[in-house]
């Protein structure tokens, strides 16, 4: 009974490594990806959802986890919000980054700082998946695991390549939509961010995208 018991065991171990292989996509899937993904972004007008955020630092063993949720407006504004365990806002509107913190607040013209522009692109295009196809800013490589399509993104542009050395998203392929991101950092902490509870498409107070 016990060998049967740890042999199941080990069949299940083996069917999970399995199920975590990622497996590169072949250029006509990954055509056919970024063309059902597009499809999905462009139709989405608004999208809210919470996020729980894992960053790991090089230099510590500890993970340090934070809650927040997300509203997002394909106008070009944003709002990023945590909200446990600390309190903190992001808001991008046009070309003006609001952020508030429990102690202070600032407005910034990311026009004046072409690294700040392409943290606001990433943080745009990756709620949507839109950086998939511009080649100017990264180099994509696409698998599939299972149920879910995995876009291995390499920024290309100098102020980027100081940052991340890659940008990995995670999209539900039934939904087209993206439901992860990790951002390795050149100096080794690793971010990963996941959605959940996503809507699109409905009601979003406009004011949150301001700073009151």
Not at 30 to 41: D, F, L, Q, W, Y
Request: hydrophobic share 40%.
């Amino acid at each position: 009974m016990r060998r049967l018991l740890l042999t199941l065991s080990m069949a299940c171990c083996c069917l999970c490594l399995s199920a975590q292989t990622l497996k590169k996509a072949t250029e006509a899937e990954a055509k056919a990806m970024v063309a059902e993904i597009s499809k999905t972004a462009a139709s989405i007008r608004m999208l809210a959802c919470n996020f729980t955020q894992v960053k790991t630092l090089s230099f510590l063993n500890d993970k340090m986890t934070s809650q927040g949720r997300m509203c997002y407006d394909a106008s070009g504004k944003l709002r990023w919000e945590y909200t446990s365990p600390y309190t903190y806002t992001f808001i991008l509107n046009g070309q003006q980054v609001h952020i508030q913190s429990a102690k202070n607040r600032q407005t910034i013209d990311i026009r004046q700082s072409r690294l700040f522009q392409g943290i606001a692109q990433v943080m745009m295009n990756s709620v949507t998946g839109r950086n998939l196809t511009s080649n100017k800013d990264f180099a994509c490589t696409f698998y599939t695991q299972g149920d879910v399509w995995v876009a291995d993104l390499v920024p290309q542009r100098k102020e980027m390549k100081q940052m991340f050395s890659t940008i990995r998203l995670r999209f539900d392929s039934k939904r087209r939509m993206v439901s992860q991101v990790e951002m390795n950092e050149k100096r080794g902490d690793v971010t990963v961010i996941t959605l959940k509870d996503i809507k699109t498409n409905e009601t979003i107070n406009q004011n949150l995208f301001t700073l009151h």
